[in-house]
C-alpha cells in the first residue's frame, strides 16, 4: 500500500490525462472539476462483503418487485402497507408508465445503493438510486492504474478482481435486448457524467449515441449509421426521464428521441434503466423499503435503513419537530448532497424556518438520527488524515440474475467538519478492495 501512496501524484495526473472529471454548472455556468484520488483503498473483508452483498441482492429484489406492483396491480397500496397518497404524490413517480411492463419485467438493471459503515460497526442503507446511478467507472480505471504503477500490491494481496463490470453490464443489456446494437445514450460533452458514457460504452463494446444519432420508425428505434441504420435492442441511458422524449415528457427536451415511449410501452426496445423508476427511489418511499422485503420476499431486512422518521406520519411528525436540533433533515426531491439539513448546526431562526416548511409541507421531507459512520484514512498535504466515507455498490439486475459489483465507489469528504461526501460537494474517492479470504 506505501507504494500506491508513493503514487498518488502520478496516478492523479493519469486520471486527468483520461478527463476523469466531475463537472457541475453553478452560476449559470459549466465548471469540470478534477475527481480526486485516494490511494489508501477501503478494505473489506470478505466475510462482512458475504452479508453486505446478500442483503443487497434482496433489497434490489424487493424494489424490482415494488415497481412492478406500483405500476402495475398495486396490490402493496390496496392491502394498505403503503399509503396510497404518499406513493402518488411521489416526484419520481411517472403516470405515462401506467400498465408498461419492460422488457423481461426488469426495472432497475443499474442499482446505486448508497451505505455507511457506523462506528458500531454496522452497515446502514442511506439512499437508493434506481434512475442513472453513476459512479462506477471511476474506481474501475482508478484500480486498472494503481495496476500499473504497482503490480506487486496486487499479486501479495487477496483482492478480488473488479475489471468485469464491463462484462456484467453488457450482460444485463444482453439479456433484455430486444435483437439490434447496444447503445449508451448520453446528453452530450457537457454532461457531468461525460467521461463515464464515453468509458462504459467503450468497456460494453456499445454504440455511444447523442440524440441526433437515434430515431423511431414504426415504433422501433434506430441509430443512424454510415454504413446503414441499425436496429437498437437495449439502451443505457444516461439521461433524465423527464427529458427522454419530448412527445411524452418534457416538450422543451433538445437531447430527447421523440417517439421513444412509442417504441418502449410497445417492447421493442429495452431502456436501462426503466422510465418511472423514481416512484422507488424518493427519499421519502426510501422509508418502506423494510416493509417491501417483507411484503414482498416474506423475509427480514439483512441490511438496516438508518433511524428514519416520515413527517407524513402525525407521530413521526411530532417527534421530529420536538427533535430537529439533533436530526438531520432530507428534501426529498433534492440529491447530490443538496438540501441535506444538519439540525445541530441550525441557527434558532433556521430552525423555526424548516419546522414551519414541515408543518406546510410533511410530505416533502424525512428526518435522521445523525449516525456516526466511520473514518477512513486519507491523504492530505502530505500527513494522513482521517475523513467520513460512504460507499456506493453496484447492484445489476437482468432477466436471469442480480449479482453485486465486487468493488464500489467510496467517497469521501475533504472537510474535516463534514458528513457530505458527494463530488459535488468538493469530495473525492477511493477504491474499494473486496478480500477474497
Known amino acids: ?23 457541475i454548472y453553478k452560476d449559470g455556468t459549466f465548471q469540470e472539476r478534477l475527481f480526486p484520488f485516494d490511494t489508501i483503498p477501503r478494505v473489506i473483508t470478505a466475510q462482512e462483503w458475504s452479508v453486505l452483498e446478500k442483503g443487497l441482492i434482496q433489497r434490489v429484489r424487493a424494489l424490482n418487485l415494488f415497481l412492478a406492483d406500483v405500476y402495475g ?30 422488457v423481461k419485467g426488469v426495472y432497475s438493471h443499474i442499482s446505486g445503493i448508497d451505505l455507511v459503515k457506523g462506528k458500531d460497526g454496522v452497515w446502514y442503507i442511506l439512499e437508493d438510486n434506481l434512475r442513472i446511478p453513476s459512479g462506477a467507472s471511476y474506481p474501475l480505471i482508478a484500480r486498472d492504474l494503481c495496476r500499473r504503477c504497482s503490480p506487486a500490491t496486487f499479486r501479495s494481496n487477496d483482492i478480488l478482481d473488479n475489471r468485469n463490470y464491463g462484462e456484467l453490464l453488457k450482460k ?43 430515431y423511431v420508425r414504426d415504433s422501433v428505434l434506430y441509430y443512424r449509421s ?10 443505457y441511458r444516461r439521461v433524465s426521464d423527464e427529458y427522454m422524449d419530448p412527445l411524452a415528457f418534457e416538450p422543451d427536451s433538445l437531447i430527447g428521441i421523440p417517439n421513444l415511449m412509442t417504441a418502449y410501452r410497445a417492447g421493442n426496445v429495452a431502456v436501462l434503466n426503466a422510465f418511472g423508476n423514481g416512484a422507488a427511489d ?17 423475509e427480514e431486512p439483512i441490511l438496516n435503513n438508518a433511524p428514519t422518521y416520515l413527517p407524513f406520519y402525525e407521530e413521526d411528525r411530532k417527534y421530529v419537530l420536538e427533535h430537529l436540533d439533533r436530526l438531520v433533515i432530507k428534501d426529498v426531491a433534492e440529491a447530490g448532497g443538496y438540501g441535506v439539513m444538519f439540525g445541530s448546526k441550525l441557527t434558532r431562526e ?29 491523504m ?3 500527513q494522513q488524515v482521517e475523513r467520513k466515507a460512504d460507499l456506493r455498490a453496484f447492484v445489476l439486475s437482468g432477466a436471469e440474475d442480480t449479482v453485486v459489483w465486487p468493488s464500489g465507489l467510496t467517497r469521501f469528504s475533504r472537510n474535516p467538519d463534514s458528513f457530505i461526501v458527494n463530488s459535488s ?13
Open 1 to 23: 500500500m506505501d507504494a500506491l501512496i508513493r503514487h498518488e501524484q502520478q496516478i492523479n495526473q493519469q486520471l486527468a490525462r483520461y478527463g476523469v472529471k466531475f463537472g
Open 73 to 102: 396491480d398495486k396490490k402493496i397500496i390496496a392491502d394498505g402497507t403503503l399509503p396510497e397518497d404518499f406513493v402518488f404524490r411521489s416526484p419520481g413517480y411517472l403516470p405515462q408508465c401506467e400498465g408498461i411492463r419492460p
Open 172 to 214: 444485463a443489456m444482453d439479456s433484455v435486448s430486444t435483437g439490434g446494437i447496444n447503445v449508451v445514450f448520453t446528453p452530450g460533452r457537457y454532461n457531468a457524467a461525460y467521461f463515464e458514457h464515453s468509458y462504459l460504452a467503450e468497456k460494453t463494446g456499445s454504440v455511444l449515441a447523442e440524440s441526433g444519432d437515434l
Open 226 to 235: 454510415t454504413q446503414g441504420d441499425r436496429r437498437v435492442g437495449a439502451v
Open 282 to 298: 424518493d427519499k421519502g418511499i426510501y422509508y418502506f423499503v423494510p416493509k417491501m422485503i417483507r411484503y414482498y420476499l416474506g
Open 350 to 378: 433556521q430552525l423555526a424556518s424548516i419546522r414551519d416548511t414541515i408543518l406546510a409541507e410533511p410530505r416533502r421531507f424525512i428526518a435522521q438520527e445523525v449516525i456516526d459512520f466511520q473514518d477512513l484514512p486519507i
Open 380 to 382: 492530505d498535504g502530505g
Open 425 to 437: 460537494q468538493g469530495g473525492g474517492f477511493k477504491d474499494t478492495w473486496v478480500l477474497s479470504r
